[in-house]
């Protein structure tokens, strides 16, 4: 179906990463969407696609007729097709996944025995007063 079309347009109001403007993309499909949510995320504005001012009508209409004009029509196809191979392939999505889960690590800072014995509720009272006697004696 996406093939057939020359434009996709997407008028979400509120929307994250709609898989039907990344499906469009990938068959090489300029957008036209309004500016919200997580659509920036996927279209670069007159390079793959049109964002349109949220919630202008008149914006989005200039976007259709942006997308629709003849001269640009086959840039603006694979335009968005390399974007959606680029940014949303399953290796480039599992290498994002990799550095990031490195990143954590590098980062990463185990608790102090302090932290472990104390105020986190992990270990029995006796743990505490293991690490402090007094802790058992009565208030005076």
Known sequence: MYNAADVFTAP?????????????????????????????????HEANGYLARPFEVDDYVRGLKYLLDEGRGRALSRAAR???????????QADKYHRMYLDALAHYRPPGPKTLLRGHG?????ADAAANPAALSPAT
Do not use: K
């Not at 992990?122 to 006796?126: D, K, L, N």
């Open 122 to 126: 992990r270990f029995p009272a006796s």
């Open 12 to 44: 979400s109001i509120q929307d994250n990463l709609p898989n039907t403007v990344m499906e469009a993309m990938a068959c090489g499909v300029p957008c036209v969407t309004f500016n919200v949510g997580g659509m920036a995320d996927m279209i670069d």
């Open 82 to 92: 390399e974007q959606a191979v680029r940014r949303f392939d399953l290796n480039a």
